[in-house]
């Protein structure tokens, strides 16, 4: 299983402290010495030493430098590490190479990962400031949308590598998406122009990747389990003191459970940690921890955030929802959005749906939605873990799209643009797969069958409860008792209660 590759190994002992230091691929300049952490560059037969690289920060995934796997009948190895950060967040880019020599990369994208190649196009790439956040262009003949334009830099690295941006230097990353074409077998696509330093003085490093499950890679040597060092992740939370651990592998921030402070990882633990402190706590109504089974697969709850909207047009128009983030080691992170109409359950789309002229509907997939929601939403409240720098008072412009009971959603910021697809789900499932059937009413919401099942009669229970529901509502506006900031609720009749796409700012595939 790719353990072996036809590509002659070299090994030189290491300039700072005389460690073996091995390159496998032939196409590495760079390597990281896993004793000294000297940074060393090849240079025919010789390495010289260049720098000393700063120490990871421990993500605690499942991959780890020798663990191999296959992709489209492809044998690879992951040889280097790379962990970079921009205002959407810190990820980490694993290096590979194939059973042919060449180069490739597994990197983190939205909670999932993505295999990506070197690509060679055909036409010269203009400079990052060209490309206009939600533009389209076309690359080779296939379309992109550009979904994020970030100024990136590298933390540290581990291993062989085929490239080294400086430490710490801020250089421009540009990310186009496509929706792919079914009819065509053409998955999404992730087109990823670098403007870091490049192999041959060549001003842009372009890859192509397509998202993958760690299952499908067929991976082996991967760690067991995404777990905790109880000793290095455990601290003093910084604004009451109170002892915080870490449990969720790839956590960038953090509630503390006994101020709410927000506090920042970033930068890792034993560093210096930023807490924000968080007034008037939400409760959720599914506990943080819990573990459920939804489509076949078990998922826990490890963080939770209330969000309110508001009418572009109408400020005075405010509802609020819910999101409850469930993490699986090997499938990454979904959402399970609690709205005042239902239930959903989506996921952050790899591919970029294609907005139509006017906004109106977005096809995915050759699927097309029809636009049923635009507004504002922020973030009023957080708790748990998430592997995105989520904060109370993060904003984004959103649209609710839908086609029968599937959804998309679009959010965006000033520097990316995140789509989510999923279904409604029903309460009564969602009560079954956390074992809640006890509280089934305290989940129960407006997510009835849909009118044409219900015949005469039952329509008519609909209507006698919408009306009931209107004059409740009105009375509840006028006496100031639901706040938005913390309930899921608004002030007048509303179909949606808030973001489909469950998804805030999780920070791009680079």
């Not at 300049?29 to 000294?36: G, I, L, M, R, S």
């Not at 455990?234 to 101020?259: E, H, I, K």
């Not at 919401?445 to 529901?469: E, H, N, Y």
Request: net charge negative.
């Amino acid at each position: 299983m790719a353990q072996d590759s036809p590509q002659r190994a070299y090994r030189a002992a290491c300039p700072g402290c005389g460690a073996p230091v091995q390159f496998r691929s032939a196409q590495s300049t760079h390597a990281v010495c896993e004793y000294c952490q000297s940074t060393v560059v090849r240079q025919g037969e010789v390495l010289a030493r260049v720098g000393k690289m700063a120490e990871l920060f421990d993500d605690h995934s499942l991959l780890q430098l020798g663990a191999s796997g296959k992709f489209g009948g492809m044998g690879f190895v992951l040889v280097g590490r790379l962990q970079y950060k921009s205002a959407n967040g810190v990820w980490t880019e694993w290096e590979a190479v194939q059973d042919d020599g060449q180069p490739a990369s597994l990197s983190e994208d939205n909670g999932a990962y993505v295999y990506a190649r070197p690509r060679q196009v055909q036409r010269d790439i203009p400079s990052a400031e060209r490309f206009r956040l939600g533009a389209t262009t076309a690359i080779d003949g296939r379309s992109y949308t550009v979904t994020s334009n970030a100024e990136v830099q590298l933390l540290s690295a581990q291993g062989e590598l085929p490239r080294l941006p400086p430490l710490g230097t801020p250089f421009p990353m540009v990310e186009l998406r496509s929706q792919g074409d079914t009819t065509a077998g053409q998955p999404p696509g992730v087109l990823t122009l670098d403007y870091g330093p490049t192999l041959g003085g060549q001003p842009v490093a372009v890859s192509l990747g397509t998202s993958v499950l760690l299952d499908d890679l067929q991976m082996v040597g991967i760690k067991a389990e995404s777990a905790k060092d109880e000793k290095g992740r455990q601290f003093s939370c910084p604004a009451c003191g109170a002892p915080v651990s870490v449990d969720l592998g790839s956590t960038r921030r953090l509630t503390c459970a006994s101020c709410h402070s927000l506090i920042d990882l970033g930068t890792g633990v034993g560093a210096e940690v930023v807490a924000a402190r968080q007034t008037e706590p939400v409760e959720p109504v599914i506990a943080l921890g819990k573990v459920g089974k939804l489509q076949g697969q078990s998922w826990q709850i490890v963080g939770f955030q209330h969000r309110m909207g508001t009418e572009p047009d109408d400020p005075d128009e405010q509802f609020g929802w819910s999101e409850y983030l469930l993490y699986n080691a090997k499938r990454g992170f979904q959402f399970l959005v609690d709205a005042e109409d239902g239930w959903s359950l989506v996921k952050p789309t790899t591919g970029s749906p294609v907005l139509a002229k006017g906004g109106g509907s977005a096809s995915y997939l050759g699927t097309t939605y029809q636009l049923q929601y635009a507004y504002r939403a922020e973030t009023t409240y957080v708790a748990g873990e998430f592997y995105w720098p989520v904060e109370r008072g993060h904003k984004t412009f959103n649209r609710d799209f839908a086609h029968g009971n599937n959804l998309l959603s679009q959010e965006e910021t000033a520097k990316e643009i995140t789509w989510s697809s999923g279904a409604k789900m029903r309460a009564e499932t969602v009560a079954a797969a956390f074992g809640l059937k006890d509280q089934q009413a305290l989940l129960a919401r407006a997510d009835a069958m849909p009118t044409s099942q219900l015949g005469f009669k039952g329509l008519l229970m609909v209507i006698v409860l919408l009306v009931v529901i209107v004059l409740l509502l009105s009375w509840l506006s006028k006496d100031d008792e639901c706040d938005p900031r913390v309930q899921n609720c608004s002030t007048s009749v509303r179909s949606s209660g808030g973001s489909w796409g469950g998804y805030s700012s999780g920070g791009s595939h680079k």
